[in-house]
């Protein structure tokens, strides 16, 4: 069993630039065997995919949403995965999760098999 728990959210202004991070444990979980994404949910939205990342880091994919102001990165060393984000608009504003993939770097939520609990960023105008 994986746990992931994020955190870098909270309130920032529109310009601005944030990283969130996602740490991972769990007591037989191999880090490394996992491809990682990040996705968010704004208010009253669906869930949507923004990037994902393999275990070696050599190979992401992402959203076109999230092209040119997104980046996934990961530090296997730490068991954590990172999303930054530049130029944060308010339309970023949601709760956004990370989320593991035994499988293959993916876009569709219902391949992950864990999830944390979210880490809510909200963009002021």
């Known amino acids: 069993q994986m746990q992931l728990v994020e955190s870098g959210g909270g309130l920032v202004q529109a310009g601005d630039s944030l990283r969130l991070s996602c740490a991972a444990s769990?007591?037989?979980?191999?880090?490394?065997?996992?491809?990682m994404g990040w996705f968010r949910q704004p208010p009253g939205k669906e869930r949507e995919f923004l990037a994902s990342?393999?275990?070696?880091?050599?190979?992401?994919y992402y959203a076109d949403s999230a092209k040119g102001r997104f980046t996934i990165s990961r530090d296997n060393a730490k068991s954590t995965v990172y999303l930054e984000i530049d130029s944060l608009k308010p339309e970023d504003t949601a709760v956004y999760y990370c989320?593991?993939?035994?499988?293959?770097?993916?876009?569709?939520?219902?391949?992950?098999?864990?999830w944390g609990q979210g880490t809510q960023v909200t963009v002021s105008s």
């Open positions: 990342i393999d275990w070696t880091a050599s190979d992401t």
């Open positions: 769990g007591r037989t979980v191999v880090y490394t065997e996992y491809a």
């Open positions: 989320a593991a993939n035994r499988r293959f770097i993916s876009k569709n939520r219902y391949d992950y098999d864990y």
